[in-house]
């Protein structure tokens, strides 16, 4: 199995509670792609920082977040490229680091379950063919414990904005490719077969609240207990 081209992987990095969280994004090739340049690497990384720490998208100039708690902090970005056998394809990895202590999410802090998100499920125009369908999961919005409905899950007018939040986030990444003549954008890589490329068409967003399994698995259970009369 292997991809059908080259293409970039963005690497969103940081810290939540002492604990580390990550999520990627493929930006697929339009033409074929070069080696990641240091000016696209810090125009990518000034946009995501940007959004980073903004808040809840709304009809204010400048909202165009998801409300991202406090607590997390963005700390670096990686954005190499990806050669078809999924391998990085050049000598040097390309990194942006934030400065200590990192991008502060845009919400009020929280101290909320770390484990806790929202995944926000990125659709290509022909969903039932490979690459149709991807994910991204961001650090606990507070959308998580804040505005839920009575039946314990997101209304429906979060769900949207945090949908409208991860697709301006995308729009901002591909506006920075293109500023910098780099022929790629957001999507979604497979490596299943000979490999396919779809771009996003759209952001699906459920209402249900998502729980990362790594982030539940590094945290200490460290369990207290109480013998029985």
């Given amino acids: 199995m292997s991809y059908a081209a080259s ?23 339009v033409t074929p792609v070069p080696a990641v340049s240091d000016d696209l690497l810090e125009a990518v990384a000034a946009v995501v920082g940007d959004w980073f720490d903004n808040p809840l998208t709304g009809s204010g100039a400048g909202l165009n977040g998801i409300n991202i708690n406090g607590a997390a902090r963005l700390t670096s970005i990686k954005l190499n490229r990806i050669n078809a056998a999924g391998r990085y394809q050049d000598p040097e990895t390309k990194e942006h680091l934030y400065t200590p202590p990192g ?23 022909d969903e039932r063919a490979r690459a149709g369908k991807g994910r991204m999961y961001f650090p606990p919005s507070n959308l ?8 314990g899950r997101l209304t429906q007018a979060n769900a949207l904005n945090y949908a409208k939040g991860v697709s301006f ?37 459920g209402r249900v609240v998502d729980t990362m399994r790594s982030r539940r698995s590094t945290l200490k259970e460290e369990p207290e207990s109480w013998g029985t009369p």
């Fill in 7 to 29: 293409f970039h992987r963005l690497v969103l990095i940081g810290t939540l509670f002492g604990d580390t969280w990550n999520t990627t994004l493929s930006m697929i090739p």
């Fill in 169 to 205: 986030l995308l729009g901002a990444i591909d506006d920075a490719y293109l500023a910098e003549g780099v022929g790629a954008v957001a999507g979604i890589a497979s490596r299943a077969g000979t490999g396919a490329f779809q771009g996003v068409q759209r952001v699906t967003v």
């Fill in 103 to 125: 991008v502060q999410g845009g919400a009020a802090e929280i101290n909320h379950p770390p484990q806790l998100t929202i995944a926000a499920t990125l659709r290509g125009p």
């Fill in 144 to 151: 998580v414990v804040q505005n839920l409905d009575a039946t």
